[in-house]
């Protein structure tokens, strides 16, 4: 072998660690964790994909494999996560909506205002004032599960929350929305909220499917790509946190998926209590296990009873 092909050989070498990595190590979680820890911290900066690579001693394949197998999320779309928290922040603080935008490492205010109303439901001058303007009607009901409330926005259900009183609930959503239009549902123009709380009765009854009713959604990528997953889970049925996980792609996610779940402000009508542990206990649940296993419990005998209907 001539000196030639021993220089081929060390050029495809190096054409390969250029390709896969700087090193033969696989990237770890340390580096992840560094990376996002990063990003929270500096949102304001140029955060490409060089950059990130640079800083980790990775490629940027590797950087994008990286926050795809444990996040679930790219790193475009953890550094907009980021850059929307701080702009949350910075929207309670700062003297004008423009200068928040920009001390959130946004380039311009043209780009945010579709991002933050697709995850706030308003646009960013509203939410800094706390949600002003923003109209929302809530109702109140018994249930086999106790006190349940249901809020809606013009575009859907924002908020299902079961408690042991009206005014622990309704201080929950104004926590939310500090300075919005909150009120009870106009007996006069609440028809359709009407309909859904009756089928959220029947539900609870255990006489009918969950109902599908129009939801407001807001969260993470991740998050929202969790809670469309679990509305497909067929009633009765449940999953694990793992199996979740696999199943949106991300089967590192396990953690992840059961802090989505945890953090659904919407209650059975994406239904965070079909997810349990892998030993096939119940898990944890913000409503409490006793809601969680009434739910699973009467969501079999449902499914039991209508099969047997149709036979």
Not at 84 to 108: C, M, N, W
Not at 229 to 235: E, M, N, Q, T, V
Request: aromatic share 6%.
């Amino acid at each position: 072998m001539n000196d030639r092909t021993h220089g081929n050989d060390r050029g495809n070498d190096q054409r390969q660690r250029d390709t896969h990595g700087r090193g033969d190590a696989a990237p770890t979680v340390q580096q992840l964790v560094a990376l996002c820890r990063h990003i929270d911290r500096h949102p304001d900066e140029p955060l490409t994909l060089a950059v990130l690579g640079e800083r980790s001693g990775l490629s940027v394949f590797q950087v994008h494999r990286l926050f795809k197998s444990w996040l679930g999320v790219t790193p475009k779309d953890y550094i907009d996560q980021s850059r929307l928290r701080e702009l949350k922040s910075q929207l309670r603080v700062s003297p004008s909506v423009t200068d928040a935008i920009y001390q959130a490492g946004f380039e311009s205010a043209s780009a945010v205002y579709g991002r933050l109303d697709l995850h706030l439901g308003m646009t960013p001058k509203r939410y800094r004032q706390g949600g002003q303007g923003v109209a929302i009607s809530f109702a109140t009901g018994e249930s086999p599960l106790g006190r349940v409330m249901i809020g809606t926005t013009d575009r859907g259900v924002c908020y299902l929350q079961f408690g042991d009183s009206e005014l622990e609930l309704l201080e929950q959503l104004a926590a939310e929305y500090p300075n919005a239009e909150i009120a009870p549902m106009n007996e006069a123009g609440s028809r359709d909220f009407n309909a859904w709380m009756s089928a959220l009765g029947r539900y609870l009854a255990g006489s009918a499917p969950r109902p599908d009713l129009p939801l407001d959604v807001r969260g993470t990528a991740f998050q929202e790509k969790v809670w469309d997953f679990l509305r497909s889970i067929p009633d009765g049925d449940v999953m694990s946190y793992t199996e979740v996980a696999a199943a949106i792609g991300s089967p590192r996610a396990v953690r992840a998926v059961a802090g989505a779940c945890a953090a659904n402000r919407i209650g059975i009508l994406v239904p965070c209590h079909r997810v349990i542990r892998g030993d096939g206990s119940l898990g944890g649940y913000r409503w409490g296990l006793s809601r969680k296993r009434t739910l699973l419990d009467m969501e079999r005998k449902t499914r039991v009873g209508m099969r047997d209907e149709n036979k």
